[in-house]
Every structure is written in C-alpha cells, then in structure tokens.
C-alpha cells in the first residue's frame, strides 16, 4: 500500500549541447491500492516518471512524495531501503540466465540478508502464488515469455513491495499471455494490496487492468481520471487516438454513422444507444424489448469491457407501431449512463 503524490515535478536532462525536458510540471496523485496506469507514446516521459518514483532518478523541480515521504531527498541507507520496498517487472523480465528459477526470485533476499532457507522457503511460496510450483530447477531459458514474466513478478514481489512498477511489462507477448499476465497482476493487487503503477503504449492493457489512467504527451500528463469516464469521454486529441486503437472497426470497414444511415430509405427509426458504466453489461435491448414490443434490427454494435463497468455504442432500428417505438425510445432515456441519439428517414 502507498499513497503517491507527484506535485509539479519537472525532470531536465542537461547535456553539453542541449536540454531535454523529460517531464514539464507533471502533477498527480496516485491512491493507495490502485493499479494506475501512465499510456503515452515513445519519448512521453513515462519510463523518466518510473525512474523518478523508484527512486532512480531524482526531479530537477517539485516532489515525489511516497506516503508524504520526499523521495527525491532520500539518499545512502533510506534510498536503499526505500528501493527495497519497490518491486519492478521489466518488459523484457531481466532474469539472471545462469541461475535457476528459484535462485532469481531469491536474489533480492539474499540482498536483504535473509538466511538461506528462510529465503528458500520465501521463494517458494511466490513460485506458487504466480502458479509455477515445479519450476524451482528449471532455469531462465526453458520457460516460455509469459512463464519468464511470472518469475519476473515472484521475484518483484520478493521483499513485499508496498508499491510494484511495471515498465510495458506485457509489450514483449502474445496476447493470450498478455491477458493472463494481466489477470495476475490484478489478483496481486487485489490479495496483497498493493499499489501497481504500470506504464504502457497499449490502451488495451489501461482497459483490462487499471482504475486510474494518466495520458501522457511530450513530457506532460494531458489527461488523467478514471479509466471507464476517459474511455467515455475522452477530451485531449492523443487521448481520442489511444481509445480509437481499441475500437474494432467491422472487420476493416469503417464504423457506420447514423447521419449516413438516415439518408437510406428506412422503415423503422434509428438509435445510436451509448452507455457507459453498468449498463453495457445487463440486457438493456432485451428489457425494452419487453417494455414495449418493438421489433430490433442491431446493425452495429461495439462494447469495451473495463475493470469497472464497460463503455459502447449500440447503433439500432426500432421497428413496428408509432406506439411502441415511442415506449422504447421512453424506456431507454430512463435508464442512467444511456444516452440516445434518434434519427428518422427524411423521406418519410
Ligand atoms: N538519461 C537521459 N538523458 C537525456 N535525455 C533523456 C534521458 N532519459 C530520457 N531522456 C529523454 O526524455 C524524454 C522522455 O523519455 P522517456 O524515456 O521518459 O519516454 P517514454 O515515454 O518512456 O518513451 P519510451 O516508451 O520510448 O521509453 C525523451 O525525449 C528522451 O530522449
């Protein structure tokens, strides 16, 4: 557990012929027990925001305070303590090839000092909580990506971190093991509590796991908040072009407008439906169906599950009597988190 407040930091790199601003007075704070993900593109200032908070580097201006704690002031025995406490998984695992299973995810206790078979028996546990009990033995190089990374996490995990960073810690793998790495993560926040700070180009990672999202962009946060109102309501263009990289796009088509689809010669009435929250996920259509005996044509549709609720766009065709279109239509302005848009044939 740890309470992060990043408070107007700036972090220059001065080199003989230039400077380079890395972060320009990002300010934010991240809750105790969140998983907060930071999404940018290359060069955003992401991986100098981690380097900050474990302690790598300290800011040319502002704090970053861990648990009201100014880390950028740390130095000798606190640094190093205060490091202890922060566990990190890389993109490409950093395992040591030589030593066994067992042995990496020892490493940063026999660091600490702890005595051999305490430390045993301590690595054997996290060998099991990330499911790779039998693995003690086997060394780095007989283990699949997404097997590398679970050692990588048990071993991040070693010195019970109050706070894990995670620098594009699923960037180097498929996308099944992506999502199980991902689930793994989540348990491990959701049993031992702690804080995860995760960094990472894929909005599909921001999606699955976290509860806070900061958008990054050439050394500034440009948006931050819940992760399911930025998806929904996205304000910055970098943001939009983030969410946009998770939307489907019918199988390559481009996605259907309703403005478009109301110059068609249509029968019935046409509904974009977007919601947000828990709505996505009951049987919205089916009840009001039920409510009004409308018929339903669903000519498009697009839901995106987040950690808390889901976000979509449900573009419909209500067809049948003036009378039940208009208890559908009633049915669906009372439900909250929907709002509708209503489109009619102008020829009719
Ligand atoms: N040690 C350094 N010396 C000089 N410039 C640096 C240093 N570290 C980072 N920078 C510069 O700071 C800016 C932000 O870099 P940073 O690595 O934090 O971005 P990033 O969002 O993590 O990108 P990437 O995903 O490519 O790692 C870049 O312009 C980078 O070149």
């Known amino acids: 557990m740890s309470q992060i407040e990043i408070k107007e930091v700036s972090k220059l790199f001065k080199s003989k012929k230039q400077v380079v601003t890395a ?4 300010t934010l704070t991240i809750n105790s027990g969140d998983i907060y993900g930071i999404v940018g593109y290359s060069g955003a200032g992401k991986s100098t925001m981690l380097r900050l908070l474990n302690g790598l580097e300290q800011p040319s201006r502002g704090q970053v305070l861990v648990d009201y704690r100014d880390i950028g002031q740390l130095r000798g025995n ?33 660091l600490s000092g702890m005595k051999k078979a305490e430390s045993n028996q301590k690595a054997s546990e996290l060998l099991a909580l990330v499911g790779l009990s039998g693995k003690e ?9 997404g097997q590398k990374q679970r050692v990588g996490i048990a071993r991040a995990l070693a010195n019970d971190p109050m ?40 909005m599909a990672v921001i999606r699955k796991i976290c509860h806070q999202v900061a958008v990054m962009e ?40 309703l403005e478009d689809l109301a110059k068609e010669k249509r029968e019935g009435v046409l509904v ?13 259509i089916s009840k009001m169906i039920k409510a ?36 559908a239509l009633i049915y669906l302005e009372k439900q909250e988190e929907v709002s509708l848009e209503v489109a009619v044939y102008e020829g009719n």
């Open 163 to 202: 706070l894990l960073l995670c620098d594009e810690s699923t960037s180097a793998l498929d996308p099944q093991t992506t999502d199980e790495v991902l689930e793994l993560l989540a348990k491990i926040n959701r049993e031992l509590g702690v804080t995860i700070v995760l960094i990472t180009h894929e």
């Open 137 to 145: 033995e086997a060394y780095p190089s007989q283990l699949s990506g």
């Open 78 to 110: 606190d640094l190093r303590k205060y490091r202890q406490k922060v566990g990190m998984i890389f993109q490409h695992f950093n395992l040591l090839w030589s030593r066994t299973i067992l042995d990496n995810i020892r490493l940063p206790l026999e």
């Open 23 to 26: 972060l320009n007075n990002v």
């Open 272 to 284: 974009q439906v977007t919601f947000k929250g828990n709505q996505a996920t009951q049987p919205l």
């Open 292 to 327: 009004s005996q409308v018929d339903v044509n669903v000519i498009q549709g697009q839901i995106q599950a987040l950690q808390k609720g889901s976000v979509g766009t449900l573009l419909i065709e209500l067809l049948g009597q003036k009378t039940s279109i208009e208890k």
């Open 218 to 257: 050439n050394g500034q946060v440009v948006e931050q908040g819940d992760v399911l109102k930025v998806f929904s309501e996205p304000q910055e263009a970098v943001t939009k072009r983030f969410v946009q990289q998770e939307v489907v796009p019918n199988y390559g088509n481009p996605l259907l407008k």
